[in-house]
């Protein structure tokens, strides 16, 4: 019974993941689609567009990295050698270092461009905000160059104590592990900050907003509380899914010494993969031209569907 149970649940996250990655991929798929037609007529891209284009190929690249991840860690354990573990490792970082500092990127993109504040020092960064969003991409992209250093130091000392050999190197590794673990931490730790102060600036501009609308006497459903409220929405579910999704990589890399396959790694697994999938169709969502063009292709698909209906009766 045991037996047929452990079997039941391997296939339903099984089954749950490939929906998630199919879903993730369209998502982000048709976002980065949409985005370049749209460059491709008017001839220049706003810098919204131009990170959530961004985004969309990093969560793209990060959804095949985790489809990796999982077939060799969970259907094939022999095809998960040491040299492709340096590849999967330095690929994951990579596209998990862009999709995670393009999201904070549009969170602090989204807060200089809606929110309203009558400091000098915030006024100045909204008069540049394309400007703010360089520089910090910028400085994330020195800070990934400097862990993927640390990165491919630590797995090749992994690779040398797992064949063998032993040497005065081994407190040297465990040092760079450590100095791997850290900086992971940091990486994440930071950019969650920004995007939650981001978001706590939101929600105070928003109070400010409807407490003047309040005194002119004027409705509360204006346009400006719009923006505000989509925008909220669209930061406050990147931190929650983000949060679910890195307490699962937390939890799976605590989870290294035991079974690859048991429930604890499978269920860790599935959810991680939330993450870059879910949040796509949030953004969709969120922004008025991908709204537009999400539900004409829904619409069209809609009229496919009823036509192959027809001719098949």
């Not at 990295?65 to 094939?76: D, E, F, G, H």
């Not at 330095?90 to 400091?119: C, G, P, Q």
């Amino acid at each position: 019974t045991q037996i047929v149970e452990r079997s039941n649940n391997f296939h339903f996250n099984i089954s749950l993941f490939t929906i998630q990655f199919v879903l993730g991929y369209f998502a982000n798929g048709f976002i980065a689609l949409v985005n370049c037609i749209d460059w491709v007529k008017r001839q220049k891209i706003s810098c919204a567009d131009g990170i959530l284009t961004a985004l969309a190929v990093s969560r793209i690249c990060l959804l095949c990295v985790l489809v990796l991840n999982w077939y060799a860690t969970v259907l094939n354990l022999a095809f998960y050698s040491l040299e492709v573990k340096l590849i999967v490792h330095i690929a994951w970082t990579t596209s998990h270092h862009f999709s995670l500092w393009l999201a904070t990127s549009l969170s602090i993109f989204y807060l200089l461009k809606i929110a309203n504040f009558s400091s000098l020092l915030f006024l100045h960064l909204k008069w540049r905000a394309e400007r703010v969003v360089i520089m910090i991409l910028l400085g994330a992209l020195v800070f990934l160059v400097f862990h993927l250093a640390v990165v491919g130091t630590d797995e090749k000392m992994q690779m040398n104590e797992d064949k063998g050999n032993i040497t005065w190197e081994t407190n040297l590794g465990d040092i760079m592990h450590l100095s791997n673990q850290t900086l992971f931490v940091l990486e994440n730790f930071i950019p969650f900050t920004m995007s939650l102060t981001a978001v706590l600036l939101l929600i105070f501009s928003l109070w400010k907003h409807l407490k003047n609308m309040q005194l002119s006497g004027k409705g509360t459903e204006d346009p400006s509380t719009k923006v505000h409220v989509r925008a909220m929405q669209t930061v406050i579910s990147f931190l929650l899914l983000f949060v679910i999704y890195f307490f699962s990589q937390i939890i799976l890399l605590w989870n290294l010494s035991t079974q690859q396959n048991n429930s604890l790694h499978m269920v860790c697994k599935v959810l991680r993969i939330l993450y870059p999938s879910s949040h796509s169709f949030i953004l969709i969502w969120g922004n008025k031209k991908l709204r537009q063009a999400f539900l004409s292709f829904l619409w069209q698909l809609r009229c496919w569907l009823r036509k192959v209906n027809t001719i098949g009766q």
